[in-house]
């Protein structure tokens, strides 16, 4: 069983390096794979992915978290501190979040060493995607 779980896990690490188009559920289930490899049974949760991106830490003597750019809203717009546009987290306000395996990886690594100073875990990671993939944005 867990040959066929290692397998299971590095086919989804190939085909989503590969490039292929992807969405937040593959991400999900990615992550949580990786997840289960370290603790058996582990399943994703919105709401710890939600407190991840409210979470302050202290930076450089700032308090700062995901929303310092992206917003208190992920289905809306955010910006950089050098006050470039970032489009929406929310893959319902911006349907090409989470298409793209390498560019994914990409922002989590960069924006996790940000905010939190390190990487950011496979079961952050979920935790995270499966909040942002059931935000909708306000009418």
Not at 47 to 74: F, I, N, Q
Not at 90 to 99: D, L, V
């Amino acid at each position: 069983m867990k040959l066929l779980t290692t397998c299971g896990l590095l086919a989804g690490c190939l085909w989503m390096t590969a490039g292929q188009a992807a969405g937040p559920a593959d991400f999900i289930s990615q992550y949580t794979a990786e997840a289960r490899q370290a603790q058996p049974g582990w399943q994703p949760s919105a709401e710890r992915g939600r407190a991840l991106y409210y979470k302050e830490v202290m930076r450089d003597g700032d308090k700062v978290s995901c929303v310092t750019c992206h917003t208190s809203d992920p289905a809306r717009s955010g910006q950089t501190r050098s006050y470039r546009a970032i489009k929406p987290l929310a893959p319902a306000a911006n349907p090409a979040r989470f298409t793209d395996a390498k560019k994914v990886e990409k922002w989590f690594r960069r924006n996790c060493d940000d905010v939190f100073a390190r990487e950011c875990t496979a079961q952050e990671k979920a935790d995270l995607v499966t909040w942002l993939a059931s935000v909708r944005p306000a009418k």
